[in-house]
């Protein structure tokens, strides 16, 4: 399964911004992790094919995860963004409930005014 993202770049502090991901293949999970400079990479997001999602407690309530199965896509709402949001995001998929078999290219976003 090969993953396209799209949709990084630079925001200011409290904006949005909308990550997407195309997969080559039907998956049953899809998300996203990320990597912070001198941190390890973090899941930050989750949702199965079925809807189930899972957020990481620091993105909980202003991040939302979808996703368009007919499409194979997977979207990442991000809402109120931090500069400790500052990260290169990868869109990932899986073959279980944790999205981490298959990973695509990173996106870099940086919030910062």
């Known amino acids: 399964v090969q993953l396209q993202a799209s949709g990084g770049g630079l925001v200011q502090p409290g904006g949005s911004l909308r990550l997407s991901c195309v997969a080559s293949?039907?998956?049953?999970?899809m998300g996203w992790y990320r990597q912070a400079p001198g941190k390890q990479r973090e899941l930050v997001a989750a949702i199965t094919r079925g809807g189930v999602t899972n957020y990481a407690d620091s993105v909980r309530g202003r991040f939302t995860v979808s996703r368009d199965n007919a499409k194979n896509t997977v979207y990442l709402q991000a809402n109120s963004l931090k500069p400790e949001d500052t990260a290169v995001y990868y869109c990932?998929?899986?073959?279980?409930?944790?999205?981490?078999?298959?990973w695509g290219q990173g996106t870099l976003v940086t919030v910062s005014s």
């Open positions: 990932t998929a899986g073959v279980n409930i944790r999205p981490n078999n298959y």
């Open positions: 293949g039907s998956v049953y999970s």
